[in-house]
């Protein structure tokens, strides 16, 4: 299998892991709801509807930027004079992919805290590094995802 046809199937696979946790934490809610009407709250909901929310933010990020369905205001782009949009947009993708280098080598410095000092959610004794690492893969998908947009946009 080529590259090229590797990194979207990663990406669209990561997103089914995002839309099972999501139907994951829908369940949990559905099950505390209904126990909680008969006994007491047996689940840490708040813990566990964080991390599903968690994993569905990030493993959905590379695959909402490959498919280009972020929300993009053009209301002030739109009204530049057309030589300038190129350039402000390559300035803008390049902010970006800054941006997400930056954040890659931050999360990595944050999972190997995490995983040293052993640190975990206190309610579930769940470690962070895992989720962390979901993350992770997640935003080197996305910086890689933004490499080769930013590099097909240069080339045209």
């Given at each position: 299998?080529?590259?090229?046809?590797?990194?979207?199937?990663?990406?669209?696979?990561?997103?089914?892991?995002?839309?099972?946790?999501?139907?994951?934490?829908?369940?949990?809610?559905?099950?505390?709801?209904?126990?909680?009407?008969?006994?007491?709250?047996?689940?840490?909901?708040?813990d566990i509807g964080g991390i599903c929310m968690y994993v569905v933010a990030l493993a959905g990020t590379p695959y909402a930027f490959l498919e280009g369905r972020f929300l993009r205001v053009r209301v002030f782009i739109e009204r530049l004079p057309h030589c300038i949009?190129?350039?402000?947009?390559?300035?803008?993708?390049?902010?970006?992919?800054?941006?997400?280098?930056?954040?890659?080598?931050?999360?990595?410095?944050?999972?190997?805290?995490?995983?040293?000092?052993?640190?975990?959610?206190?309610?579930?004794?769940?470690?962070?590094?895992?989720?962390?690492?979901?993350?992770?893969?997640?935003?080197?998908?996305?910086?890689?995802?933004?490499?080769?947009?930013?590099?097909?946009?240069?080339?045209?």
């Amino acid at each position: 299998m080529r590259l090229k046809s590797l990194i979207p199937n990663i990406v669209s696979n990561l997103r089914y892991i995002g839309v099972i946790s999501l139907l994951f934490a829908i369940g949990v809610l559905v099950l505390e709801v209904i126990i909680r009407r008969i006994y007491k709250s047996i689940f840490p909901i708040d813990d566990i509807g964080g991390i599903c929310m968690y994993v569905v933010a990030l493993a959905g990020t590379p695959y909402a930027f490959l498919e280009g369905r972020f929300l993009r205001v053009r209301v002030f782009i739109e009204r530049l004079p057309h030589c300038i949009k190129p350039k402000l947009e390559f300035i803008h993708l390049a902010f970006a992919l800054t941006f997400v280098s930056y954040l890659v080598v931050s999360w990595i410095k944050m999972m190997m805290w995490s995983w040293k000092v052993k640190d975990y959610f206190l309610s579930i004794k769940i470690p962070y590094w895992p989720l962390q690492f979901i993350g992770l893969i997640s935003l080197i998908l996305l910086a890689i995802v933004m490499f080769t947009f930013f590099f097909k946009k240069e080339m045209k």
